[in-house]
């Protein structure tokens, strides 16, 4: 299985601020990667795929880079609706396997 | 509008079974690859399982074989999840989604399980 390692567990930030967080694949996962946005009480919600495609309705202040084992989710300027739990997702093999996510709150 | 609603979860003693129901609107259901993901309090998501538009290929995490079956009905445009020989580690959110290109799209709000005597 691949196992996905998101950096870091938590954060605070500002709104205005330009947030970034990584995730680490035990194995390459080509561009294989998906970012998800979730809110407590709120279904998940799709941000990112293929590493660095936007999905559709999903504000540019969101971006994604990386290819193979690293890879990064940037948030240019955090809003008060960015404060939330995000997670990467592999989808190169099964089983489909996730970071343990990383909370970002307001400082 | 497109939508994901589950219903079926409930409070069940270990060793026993839930059947896990999942309505889809406001896309061709028939055409999609569906999938069970689940939120255990406190943790992460966990992909838990996978099937085809026909239904004839179903994948599942190591976790649940022998015990989850996923089947779908497209004449009613609803997933479904059998959950038998339930464990306390099974206690979870179970949501439904649709799994695009390798991606999981559009998700349910879930529907809560838990596994306790």
């Known amino acids: 299985d691949i196992q996905m390692t998101q950096s870091p567990s938590s954060l605070s930030a500002s709104v205005g601020d330009r947030v970034t967080i990584t995730c680490r694949a035990s194995?390459?996962?080509?561009?294989?990667l998906n970012w998800y946005q979730r809110k407590p009480g709120k279904a998940p919600k799709l941000l990112i795929y293929g590493a660095s495609s936007l999905q559709s309705g999903v504000p540019s202040r969101f971006s994604g880079s990386g290819s193979g084992t690293d890879f990064t989710l940037t948030i240019s300027s955090l809003q008060p609706e960015d404060f939330a739990t995000y997670y990467c997702q592999q989808s190169y093999s099964i089983p489909w396997t996730f970071g343990q996510g990383t909370k970002v709150e307001i400082k | 509008e497109v939508q994901l609603v589950e219903s079926g979860g409930g409070l069940v003693q270990p060793g026993g079974s839930l059947r896990l129901s999942c309505a889809a609107s406001?896309?061709?259901?028939?055409?999609?690859?569906m999938g069970w993901v689940r939120q255990a309090p406190g943790k992460g998501l966990e992909w838990v399982a996978n099937i085809k538009q026909d239904g004839k290929e179903k994948y599942y995490v190591d976790s649940v074989k022998g015990r989850f079956t996923i089947s779908r009905d497209n004449a009613k445009s609803t997933l479904y999840l059998q959950v038998n020989s339930l464990r306390a580690e099974d206690t979870a959110v179970y949501y439904c989604?649709?799994?695009?290109?390798?991606?999981?799209?559009?998700w349910g709000q879930g529907t809560m399980v838990t596994v306790s005597s």
């Open positions: 194995q390459s996962t080509s561009s294989y």
């Open positions: 406001g896309f061709t259901f028939s055409s999609s690859w």
């Open positions: 989604a649709r799994h695009g290109y390798f991606v999981f799209d559009i």
